[in-house]
């Protein structure tokens, strides 16, 4: 129910937006804050770097919001644009950014209290650990995890963030557990 | 936080950007799948020219691997794989694309590739192309291995080209692809349809062995793929003449 109003409210805020570029910040004010942890956390940049990425996203979505479909999520959509660019930011400083400790503490203890995760996974183990195993973690599980624990996605919303089918997420997110659980051997 | 919203809003009033008219976008989606479905057309002609092309081959039993692997165009076979890379890629970016398993997509791929292709050969479309392009189309022959190359390997025991005069029954002057004459010389036990009217300008497929320099024994006479009569007066050879 309470996704259904915050879907509609998206689209009122869209509707609006289209009519008059000042209603743009209430989407902006609405989903800066989400979108810039994710790309923290997945990406590894600092606060102000972020920020220049965040910046890219939301224009992009200004530019795009004509080609927002209607009958999806619109953090969906959102988020598969921040995807696509945290994606090529990434790719552009792989070099550079490999080496960045990435806030994985959250993450860290999502992911600790995960029950599958805690069986796979002998959690005897300081939470740091988990949390420097996160940081090894290949992009594109990190992300998957984060999606998932952090912000708490539904397979079929991961799947439209990331433009990949929902079985193919859902090998992902096993794939990026296995790895965890191979880093912390 | 207030402040990303300012820039932006800056950003937006200074760049003057403004959203991409809904037109582009639907214009875009159309587009898309207009050229999904011309690569889809050209796959599948593709296939049909490729299967038309080896049954004209008419190769004999005991020569077809062979001639089926020198038939294989792959060159095309290399821009068809571009065409078809660019395919998937082009789907796996519509709206519901990347919901469907690439395996999946490969697979109907295949299989419209496939349906299409046979569609193509059976309607005539594939025979009638085969024809424009061997025609009109330079370089053609280049690409794929024509029919008359592959009956033209004398050393293989296949010789093609056209009739140039009948001497009796038993040996016609024939013309080959590449201006040489040979005699060709028929048997007893040479076999031909009943229904071939050799005639001058006739084109022929030749089975046989060459038994000298540019005189070869026929075992076997097949129509040529070119069998419109030329105007010449037909001539009948050992009685089966209908």
């Given at each position: 129910?309470?996704?259904?109003?915050?879907?509609e409210?998206?689209?009122?805020?869209?509707?609006?937006s289209?009519?008059?570029?000042?209603?743009?910040?209430?989407?902006?004010?609405?989903?800066?804050?989400?979108?810039?942890?994710?790309i923290?956390r997945?990406?590894?940049v600092?606060?102000?770097e972020?920020?220049?990425?965040?910046?890219?996203?939301?224009?992009?979505?200004?530019?795009?919001?004509?080609n927002f479909?209607?009958?999806?999520?619109?953090?969906?959509?959102?988020?598969?644009i921040?995807?696509?660019?945290?994606?090529?930011?990434?790719?552009?400083?792989?070099?550079?950014?490999k080496d960045?400790s990435?806030?994985?503490?959250?993450?860290?203890?999502?992911?600790g209290?995960?029950?599958?995760?805690?069986?796979?996974?002998?959690?005897?183990?300081?939470?740091?650990?988990?949390?420097?195993?996160?940081?090894?973690l290949n992009?594109?599980?990190?992300?998957?995890?984060e999606?998932?624990?952090?912000?708490?996605?539904?397979?079929?919303?991961?799947?439209?963030?990331?433009?990949k089918?929902?079985?193919?997420?859902?090998t992902?997110?096993?794939?990026?557990?296995?790895?965890?659980?191979?880093?912390?051997? | 936080?207030?402040?990303?919203i300012?820039?932006?809003?800056?950003?937006?009033?200074?760049?003057?950007?403004k959203?991409?008219?809904?037109w582009?976008?639907?214009?875009?989606?159309?587009?898309?799948?207009?050229?999904?479905?011309?690569?889809?057309?050209?796959?599948?002609?593709?296939l049909?020219?490729?299967?038309?092309?080896?049954?004209?081959?008419?190769?004999?039993g005991?020569?077809?691997?062979?001639?089926?692997?020198?038939?294989?165009?792959?060159?095309?076979?290399?821009?068809?794989g571009?065409?078809?890379?660019?395919?998937?890629f082009?789907?796996?970016?519509?709206?519901?694309?990347?919901?469907i398993?690439?395996?999946?997509?490969?697979?109907?791929?295949?299989?419209?590739?496939?349906f299409?292709?046979?569609?193509?050969?059976?309607?005539?479309?594939?025979?009638?192309?085969?024809?424009?392009?061997?025609?009109?189309?330079?370089?053609?022959?280049?690409?794929?291995?024509?029919?008359?190359?592959?009956?033209f390997s004398?050393?293989?025991?296949?010789?093609?080209?056209e009739?140039?005069?009948?001497?009796?029954a038993?040996?016609?002057?024939?013309?080959?692809?590449?201006?040489?004459i040979w005699?060709?010389?028929?048997?007893?036990?040479?076999?031909s349809?009943?229904?071939?009217?050799?005639?001058?300008g006739?084109e022929?497929?030749?089975r046989?062995?060459?038994?000298?320099?540019y005189?070869?024994?026929?075992?076997?006479?097949?129509?040529?793929?070119?069998?419109?009569?030329?105007?010449?007066?037909?001539f009948?050879?050992?009685g089966?003449?209908?």
């Open positions: 129910m309470a996704d259904l109003a915050d879907q409210q998206d689209i009122r805020h869209v509707r609006r289209l009519e008059n570029q000042i209603f743009y910040a209430d989407i902006v004010d609405k989903y800066q804050a989400k979108i810039l942890s994710f923290r997945i990406s590894g600092n606060q102000e972020a920020e220049d990425i965040a910046q890219e996203i939301f224009l992009k979505a200004y530019v795009n919001l004509n479909d209607q009958d999806k999520k619109f953090f969906s959509w959102l988020f598969s921040a995807h696509n660019e945290v994606v090529s930011h990434w790719r552009k400083n792989k070099k550079r950014l960045v990435i806030e994985g503490e959250e993450l860290a203890e999502r992911l209290k995960e029950n599958n995760l805690v069986e796979e996974i002998d959690l005897k183990v300081e939470k740091t650990e988990l949390k420097n195993a996160i940081n090894k992009f594109k599980y990190r992300e998957v995890l999606l998932k624990f952090i912000e708490d996605y539904s397979y079929q919303e991961i799947s439209d963030i990331v433009k089918p929902v079985a193919t997420v859902g992902l997110i096993n794939r990026a557990k296995k790895q965890l659980k191979e880093i912390m051997k | 936080m207030n402040n990303l300012s820039k932006i809003q800056e950003k937006i009033k200074t760049s003057k950007i959203p991409r008219p809904k582009q976008f639907t214009l875009i989606a159309i587009l898309t799948w207009v050229l999904l479905l011309v690569l889809v057309v050209i796959l599948g002609l593709s049909g020219l490729f299967i038309e092309l080896l049954i004209k081959h008419d190769i004999p005991y020569q077809r691997f062979t001639s089926f692997l020198q038939a294989i165009p792959y060159f095309w076979i290399l821009i068809i571009l065409v078809a890379i660019i395919l998937v082009k789907f796996r970016k519509t709206r519901k694309g990347y919901k398993k690439l395996s999946y997509i490969i697979f109907g791929l295949i299989v419209l590739t496939i299409v292709g046979f569609l193509t050969y059976y309607a005539g479309i594939a025979r009638d192309l085969e024809l424009v392009l061997e025609n009109n189309a330079p370089g053609y022959g280049k690409v794929v291995r024509l029919p008359q190359d592959v009956w004398p050393e293989s025991g296949n010789l093609y080209g009739i140039l005069k009948i001497d009796s038993q040996q016609f002057i024939l013309l080959d692809r590449e201006d040489g005699i060709v010389y028929l048997t007893s036990e040479t076999m349809s009943p229904r071939i009217v050799f005639y001058p006739l022929v497929k030749i046989g062995e060459v038994i000298d320099d005189e070869f024994e026929a075992f076997e006479i097949r129509p040529g793929f070119d069998t419109r009569p030329k105007g010449a007066k037909p009948c050879l050992q089966g003449c209908r």
